[in-house]
């Protein structure tokens, strides 16, 4: 009886493709393992199987196993001959990464994308989805966020939107992104705020889906889906979110797609709670628990603690919430660490971002500081919940970070005109509204790598790298006028609402003012003026004045380096 003679490694490749093509991951793993395991692999068809088996693996959700195996396909994949595939590597590993909580790696890979990124739009475009995700999954939706605006910026209006992967993917990994703005801004106690990014969650979904549709590609189409349905939810239509759960449970299960599995399981229980069925809930709930066990992602497992507290207080089992909640809790604690741990190592501020490669040295002298001060930061919190903004302790650690600037810094404080008014006659509810809208504001006219914090009271702070002193009067005059030229009348009838900004400069080479007031006082003292002279203008302290006459005959700088709104078009880790 004739043996049939096992197939050829190149054979197995043609198979693992094939199975790749039909979303049937694991298989298409399981073959283009064993075809490199082959001794007779032709050498042109090993990069593309390498590169297959890490796709199967991360499609399939295998996230561990795609850091485990990613050094050892980069070191095959070499950036001189294999530009595109080595792209793709660092890509889905910095996505890998970001699951896994490793943040570092998440961001230095990300960082390597955008370089071979260089002037390629499409893949700048994927490569700003990837440092997006780092900042989302270390906490930061809003820096996430703009990144991810950049990238929209970035494609081309022309193109068939029915045909661009990187539109489908900016505007799904958006949505989810604010989705988790969203739940950060209602567990801040911001509703409106909450309310109007689920709105815009849902939109991005809703745009997403029939380009998912129109591909007819599974991967893409359950992810969408699955957000759509989260946003569902938390609008109030948990009905129609199951229904939209249902189709894309079913081809998740049938592709072996295990990640995203669960994560819709758990919006299949919040949508449970939502409908009043919290033992169904509970059910479910435990049941992804028990089967995800300790595996990534961990954001699904702070999904699931959090629901499965929620479940449980619905019930009135108070011991069981508790438990819940303190597992959601730890969850957290530990991506803060994480994220602060990644921020001091690597240096990853907006400013850092673009010089990562010039202040590499460095940052290997100061990566023993910052190592000491992460478990102190660890329990810090950072950020203003009102606003979003860093508060005044983000921005003491920010400032030690620029304490010797590589280039001019704009130090601007800007505080709210005759705010106490405001409080006094309209109330603090409007006086909180117009400071998170004055925030939004400030936000919107900055670059990624801008510093912005509340400093205290009305007052805010802008740290504007690599601006020289005009280009820096137009940024505050900039805003000035958007926040004197905004419908304020919405918030409360006959409401005004303007600002009063001071400007300093700061130079390389000066003396470093590591200390926070040091590096504020003569913006502060130029604030002060602008107030005594009658509020709603921008003065500039005296050392800027003498300066800009003594600097006539400099070169103006570049478009890219002066320009906050053509900034933001360009990569954030370009060199």
Known sequence: MAVSASPSSSELCHQAQAAFDAAEFARAEQLSAAALAGPDLPPEQRVPTVCLRMNALYRQGALAAVVEHLAGALAEV???AHTPERFELLRMGSMACCETRRFEEALRYAHEAMVLAGEDNRRRVLALNAQAACFERMGDPWQASRLMEAALALLDPQDDPTKSYPRLLTLNNL???LLGMFHILRDAGEPADAQAVLERAHAGALEALPLAQARGEIWPLVFIEGNLAEAQVHLGQAERALLTLTAALQRARAHGFKAQTWAMRCTWGEACLVLGRAREAEAELEDVLREIGTQQPVATLMRLHHALYRSHAAQGNVARALHSLEQYLALERQRTSRQLQAQSRVLVTRLEMEQTRRLVDRARDEAREHRRRADAWADAA????????LNRRGLTERVTALARPVAPLAVVMVD??????INDNHGHAVGDAVLARIATLLRAHLRPEDVLARFGGEEFTLLLSGLDHTKAVEVCERLRQGVEGEDWSRLGQGLQVTLSVGLSMEHPGQVARSNLADLLS????????????GRNRVEVADAVVDEAADAVAEPEPSASAADPNAAITESPAAP
Do not use: S
């Open 416 to 421: 709210i005109d005759h705010f106490k008014l």
């Open 78 to 80: 070499l950036p001189e």
């Open 382 to 389: 950072l950020r203003d919940p009102l606003t979003g903004l």
């Open 522 to 533: 003569p913006a502060d003292a130029a604030l002060y003026r602008a107030k005594r002279l």
């Open 175 to 177: 949505c989810a992104t």
